[in-house]
């Protein structure tokens, strides 16, 4: 089993940024994907960003232009760059990670509430 361990959420104004990072441990196997999702109140969670560990990206159009995602695989760690936040943006951000034997992890999750 997989620890993930975010950290970074917070309160922002709308325009604002925040830098979301997150650190897995304790994985027997190698980590092919690591990523974010989110869950806003009364909606289904839903991809944010996820990257491969070679480097492949995917990004939700909600979010392109304005996020970044990131990785080091030494480290085992992904952040998540967050610019031109918006409300609609408000939501608990939860830390992914797949490996290469298709086992999925989820963080416990950290708040990002962007006012207006």
């Known amino acids: 089993q997989v620890q993930l361990v975010e950290s970074g959420g917070g309160v922002v104004q709308a325009g604002g940024s925040l830098r979301l990072s997150c650190v897995a441990s304790?994985?027997?196997?190698?980590?092919?994907?690591m990523g974010w999702h989110r869950q806003a109140p009364g909606k289904q969670r839903e991809l944010v960003a996820t990257m491969s560990s070679g480097g492949n990206i995917n990004y939700a159009d909600s979010v392109k232009g304005r996020f970044t995602i990131s990785r080091d695989n030494a480290k085992n760690m992904v952040y998540l760059q967050m610019n031109s936040l918006k409300a609609e943006d408000t939501a608990v951000y939860y830390c992914?990670?797949?490996?290469?034997?298709?086992?999925?992890?989820w963080g416990q999750g950290t708040q990002v509430t962007v006012s207006s």
């Open positions: 304790g994985s027997r196997f190698a980590i092919k994907y």
């Open positions: 992914y990670c797949q490996t290469w034997t298709k086992d999925d992890n």
